[in-house]
């Protein structure tokens, strides 16, 4: 029928089928070609059923998010939907992949849905700050009721194939999409089953209709951790008026929704964030099809904090790792922990009950750096040393196999200077993870200057497949997120000598989305390591100092730049803390004066951003995306911001240049100055995003 849709027929059942790579996604093509076919073979009298189902690796996997806030092209899906759904003659959605999004919403506006053992079906809407805008908050929860659909639209994770079976949203399960879809439609017509139309059948919402609670209490339980955001109270809301309204009505009550979260700042930002993840894992002058080395057997060195995490990540995706220590009684130490966690999560329904013994069966733990001999990838988590990295380096050099991609999990060290110590310096990078590293999603790929592409492809293709989220940085002190962050240090500790509290300058981080204050943070890593490091290089600072000499190292000792109760981690405001501050500002002879809110978000924010466009200059991250996906999935930034350098742009960046001088003057601070790359953006009134753009264009 057109270029992305076509139709053929078997006897009496049109095939349509939509092939539209990667992912199908609904474009105007794609919805104008499935509205012809469906029509054509309604119109057809040979046709008497008809089976939609699509080509390559995917169903539908929802709206072609490149088409939002673009003038919107007919036909509507809307439209489609209806002539679907009030065809006279069956038809099937036939799934394989992931029908996601406006995907499953075409499904649902079919009579019959069959799908692949493999398919996985949801409406992740509201990860992009939307809702779905096209019935599938009027038909799913009439499909499964609208308990499950409030956990499928406010929580926005996919479904499985049998779940989908269970719960009535499929009605088979099929070997292959078409030909299961096909066999389905004879099925239908030798049996004469009556369309089943969704819009058309309450049944699924009379226990709710009777009995609101049962979905007020799955709500509630849905938003508590979407602080800020806006998009699952108003899908909760669609999904409520399925229950309240009649179809119709509720169709519309969607709509409105999806129409204002659509023009959003919030799903503006989290559309912005899904596209620079996708970006992120492309790596800028790497020659183009460049093949990853193969990776079926992993190392990590230190079974500590990082390297059990990093094992665990490996684990969890399958991937065989040998755990390698000093010693047996570290190794045991390590084993251990992993032991307890996994055990700890399956104990709370994260994790199946069998799933601590089959991933713990993947990790094997050995003493000696020999063990690294199978590795096609060895990582190393040992301490922050420069001279321990070398010395392990050297001993890879040695033992590690030709070939495998070496990587270093350092938080700051040159990686340059570590794979100098081998004679294989293309295979050495970094590979950053962040604490937990079962937990945290990014993954800093630190690209030396003489690691090879194929090295570098490998890190990020390993990264994916353990559902992490790879950014590409350069060698630097920190890389790109420390580094931003250690402005942010700096800042917070000079608020404390102007006046400010810990406690009010946290909940000006966490108001704006964080989920910590840098105070609170402190206090979770421990306090005494920073003091022991400025005790090494004979540094001070002041308030820091003050609190670790009255042994007040953070939460492990209960005292820190908070107070905590036994056993609790909840950070209580502490009168000694201001005490502490007042007396070592009377002693420094420093004045205390009101800071302002504003003043301490701005503080918080523009030397970090200030510091990124340094980063972007000094070509240490390729594209501001890649510095927003950082902190996205490094740091919790709020997804609803989109990332300090997105937020930038919100901002205006003559704003903030103006300010940064500002705070350059008023605290003798030469170091807050706009660096230039943000000086000529400002004067130029352009953004960090005109940079992205004028690349691509060149
Ligand atoms: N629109 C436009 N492009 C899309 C897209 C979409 N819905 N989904 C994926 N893509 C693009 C990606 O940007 C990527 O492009 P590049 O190769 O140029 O980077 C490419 O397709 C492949 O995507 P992935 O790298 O993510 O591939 P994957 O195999 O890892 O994952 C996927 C596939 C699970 C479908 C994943 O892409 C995904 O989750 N997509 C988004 C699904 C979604 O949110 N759908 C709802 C859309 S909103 C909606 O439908 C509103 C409505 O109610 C009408
Ligand atoms: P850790 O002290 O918890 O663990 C280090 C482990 O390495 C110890 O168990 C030690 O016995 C082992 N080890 C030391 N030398 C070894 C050797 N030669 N061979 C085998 N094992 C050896 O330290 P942590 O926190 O796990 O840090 C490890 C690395 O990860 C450091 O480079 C650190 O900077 C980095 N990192 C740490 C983060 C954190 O939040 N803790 C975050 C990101 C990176």
């Known amino acids: 029928m057109n270029e992305v849709v076509k139709l053929e027929r078997r006897d009496v059942i049109a095939i349509v089928t939509v092939n539209s790579p990667p992912v199908n996604a609904l474009s105007a093509a794609v919805r104008g070609g499935i509205f012809d076919c469906i029509k054509s073979a309604i119109a057809d009298p040979e046709v008497q059923a008809i089976v939609l189902t699509c080509a390559g690796r995917t169903f539908i996997a929802g709206a072609d998010i490149t088409e939002f806030g673009k003038p919107p092209k007919p036909p509507g899906l809307a439209e489609v939907l209806l002539a679907m759904e009030n065809s006279p003659k069956p038809i099937i959605a036939a799934i394989h992949g992931t029908a996601l999004g406006g995907g499953l919403e075409v499904a649902l506006a079919c009579h019959f849905r069959v799908a692949t053992r493999d398919a996985r079906l949801g409406l992740p809407e509201v990860k992009l700050g939307l809702l779905p805008g096209a019935g599938g908050t009027q038909r799913l929860p009439r499909a499964v009721g609208p308990e499950l659909a409030v956990k499928m639209i406010v929580g926005g994770d996919p479904i499985s194939a049998s779940d989908a079976l269970k719960h009535g949203l499929i009605e088979e399960i099929v070997e292959g999409p078409a030909s299961g879809g096909e066999s389905f439609a004879r099925k239908v017509l030798a049996e004469k089953r009556p369309l089943r139309k969704l819009r058309d059948d309450d049944s699924k919402l009379a226990a709710a209709r009777a009995d609101r609670s049962i979905f007020t209490n799955a709500v509630a339980a849905l938003t508590k951790k979407a602080r800020g955001l806006e998009a699952p109270f108003a899908a909760a809301d669609a999904v409520g008026a399925a229950i309240d309204l009649p179809f119709d009505e509720g169709l519309k009550k969607e709509r409105e929704g999806f129409l204002k979260l659509v023009a959003s700042d919030q799903s503006k930002a989290q559309r912005y964030a899904f596209f620079s993840e996708r970006e992120a894992a492309k790596i800028a002058g790497v020659p183009e099809g460049t093949k990853p080395r193969n990776v079926e057997r992993v190392a990590i060195i230190g079974a500590g904090t990082m390297g059990g995490g990093i094992a665990m990540s490996f684990a969890n995706a399958g991937i065989p790792v040998t755990?390698?220590?000093?010693?047996?009684?570290?190794?045991?130490?390590?084993?251990?922990?992993?032991?307890?966690?996994?055990?700890?999560?399956?104990?709370?329904?994260?994790?199946?009950?069998?799933?601590?013994?089959k991933r713990?069966?993947?990790?094997?733990?050995?003493?000696?750096?020999?063990?690294?001999?199978?590795?096609?990838?060895?990582?190393?988590?040992?301490?922050?040393?420069?001279?321990?990295?070398?010395?392990?380096?050297?001993?890879?050099?040695?033992?590690?196999?030709?070939?495998?991609?070496?990587?270093?999990?350092?938080?700051?060290?040159?990686?340059?200077?570590?794979?100098?110590?081998?004679?294989?310096?293309?295979?050495?990078?970094?590979?950053?993870?962040?604490?937990?590293?079962?937990?945290?999603?990014?993954?800093?790929?630190?690209?030396?200057?003489?690691?090879?592409?194929?090295?570098?492809?490998t890190a990020v293709a390993v990264a994916r497949k353990i559902a992490k989220v790879p950014a590409v940085?350069?060698?630097?002190?920190?890389?790109?997120?420390?580094?931003?962050?250690?402005?942010?240090?700096?800042?917070?500790?000079?608020?404390?000598?102007?006046?400010?509290?810990?406690?009010?300058?946290?909940?000006?981080?966490?108001?704006?989305?964080?989920?910590?204050?840098?105070?609170a943070m402190s206090d979770l890593?421990?306090?005494?390591?920073?003091?022991?490091?400025?005790?090494?290089?004979?540094?001070?600072?002041?308030i820091a100092d003050a609190l670790c000499e009255a042994g007040r190292f953070g939460q492990k000792t209960g005292k820190g730049y908070y107070k905590y109760e036994a056993g609790s981690r909840s950070a209580l405001p502490d009168p000694e803390v201001e005490k502490l501050?007042?007396?070592?500002?009377?002693?420094?002879?420093?004045?205390?004066?009101?800071?302002?809110?504003?003043?301490?978000?701005?503080?918080?924010?523009?030397?970090?951003?200030?510091?990124?466009?340094?980063?972007?200059?000094?070509?240490?991250?390729?594209?501001?995306?890649?510095?927003?996906?950082?902190?996205?999935?490094?740091?919790?930034?709020?997804?609803?911001?989109?990332?300090?350098?997105?937020?930038?742009d919100q901002v205006g960046l003559k704003h903030i240049a103006d300010r940064l001088s500002y705070y350059a003057r008023e605290t003798n601070d030469p170091s807050l100055e706009p660096s230039p790359l943000l000086k000529r953006l400002a004067a130029e009134g352009k953004t960090f995003a005109s940079l992205t753009q004028s690349a691509k264009a060149a």
């Not at 009684?329 to 799933?355: C, F, S, W």
């Not at 050099?397 to 310096?425: F, H, Q």
């Not at 890593?525 to 005790?535: E, F, N, Y």
């Open 581 to 648: 501050i007042d007396e070592t500002l009377q002693r420094l002879g420093r004045k205390k004066r009101v800071v302002s809110d504003d003043e301490i978000l701005e503080r918080m924010m523009y030397p970090m951003i200030n510091e990124g466009a340094r980063i972007l200059e000094e070509k240490v991250a390729a594209r501001p995306s890649d510095i927003d996906v950082i902190w996205l999935y490094g740091y919790g930034w709020p997804i609803y911001r989109g990332g300090p350098m997105f937020y930038a």
């Open 525 to 542: 890593a421990g306090l005494d390591i920073g003091w022991r490091s400025r005790q090494d290089r004979g540094i001070k600072s002041e």
């Open 360 to 457: 713990m069966g993947l990790i094997t733990g050995k003493v000696g750096l020999e063990n690294v001999r199978d590795a096609d990838l060895i990582i190393e988590a040992v301490f922050e040393t420069m001279a321990i990295k070398k010395e392990v380096f050297t001993a890879l050099d040695k033992y590690a196999k030709p070939g495998a991609v070496l990587a270093s999990n350092t938080s700051y060290l040159n990686i340059d200077e570590i794979a100098k110590v081998t004679k294989r310096p293309q295979d050495v990078l970094g590979m950053h993870f962040f604490s937990p590293a079962n937990v945290m999603k990014l993954c800093e790929i630190v690209r030396a200057d003489k690691t090879a592409p194929d090295a570098l492809t």
């Open 473 to 519: 940085v350069g060698v630097c002190d920190g890389f790109v997120g420390n580094r931003m962050l250690a402005q942010r240090g700096k800042q917070s500790e000079k608020l404390l000598f102007e006046g400010a509290l810990p406690q009010q300058v946290d909940a000006v981080v966490t108001k704006f989305g964080m989920p910590m204050g840098p105070f």
């Open 323 to 357: 755990l390698i220590e000093t010693g047996e009684e570290q190794l045991k130490r390590g084993m251990g922990v992993m032991q307890k966690n996994y055990e700890a999560t399956a104990a709370r329904g994260g994790i199946p009950a069998d799933a601590p013994a």
